[in-house]
């Protein structure tokens, strides 16, 4: 099992309707949670970190799940600028207190006009 | 928010010769900087992690004598790809941090895109 897992994807989604991307993580001690966008050739981006308490910014919602070790990604009213590829990111803290950050493989979304 | 510059942007080598990518945090010293490899269609990977004065860490996997890194200052970091093969051919991205907490954001070079013939 990888140890963050997210939807293998492409997401073919029309403007304007919603969107949700998950991802789950088997380390139940990771620490923290962000959600990071790619364009094609391009660096990732942080989009959001996400909160115990679940956060919001815009049309974005991020939520955590401790309990079942999956985090959420909502995007509302999807635009076609949002088309790129979406990355879950897992922190790790390690035995010598460094920290390691574990990636997914990223869903890639694809918002058609 | 922090800026981090890479260079080259493009590369193009022929086999066995040696290409070195700088990574500069512009505006704010970081204490841990991060080299990333994608090959097209894939995530990231991470290849190493870089603290400032003392030796990467590097990912299972990863051979330390192909890929050198040096952290010599707070604002940089290099990578060398020594006698690359095209199978190193990728694009190679660099990451930095200002703090040491999980929770700190990384900020991302535009990274280097290395083509080996």
């Known amino acids: 099992r990888k140890e963050v897992e997210q939807d293998p994807g492409p997401f073919n989604v029309p403007e304007g309707a919603t969107v949700a991307f998950n991802c789950t993580y088997s380390?139940?001690?990771?620490?923290?949670f962000f959600w990071y966008r790619q364009d094609c050739r391009k660096e990732p981006k942080l989009l959001m970190s996400?909160?115990?308490?679940?956060n919001e910014d815009g049309r974005f919602t991020a939520q955590l799940n401790r309990a079942s070790q999956y985090i959420s990604l909502l995007i509302r009213d999807s635009k076609l600028s949002d088309s790129a590829t979406y990355l879950c990111?897992?922190?790790?803290?390690?035995?010598?207190?460094?920290?390691?950050?574990?990636w997914g493989a990223g869903t890639k979304l694809i918002i058609k006009p | 928010g922090a800026v981090v510059s890479q260079h080259p942007s493009r590369v193009i080598c022929k086999s066995g010769t040696s290409v070195k990518i700088e990574c500069r945090s512009l505006?704010?010293?970081?204490?841990?900087m991060f080299w990333y490899r994608q090959f097209p269609k894939q995530s990231l990977m991470l290849m190493a992690t870089?603290?400032?004065?003392?030796?990467?860490?590097?990912e299972q996997g990863v051979e330390k004598d192909k890929f050198l890194i040096n952290h010599a200052s707070l604002t940089l970091s290099t990578l060398t790809v020594t006698s690359a093969h095209p199978e190193d051919s990728s694009f190679y991205i660099c990451?930095?941090?200002?703090?040491?907490?999980?929770?700190?954001?990384?900020?991302f070079g535009p990274g280097t895109r290395l083509t080996v013939l």
């Open positions: 870089s603290n400032e004065g003392s030796k990467a860490t590097y």
């Open positions: 505006d704010f010293q970081a204490t841990t």
């Open positions: 996400v909160y115990s308490s679940g």
């Open positions: 990111v897992v922190t790790n803290v390690q035995r010598d207190s460094n920290y390691q950050l574990i």
């Open positions: 380390n139940s001690a990771s620490q923290s």
């Open positions: 990451s930095a941090v200002t703090g040491t907490s999980p929770s700190d954001t990384q900020y």
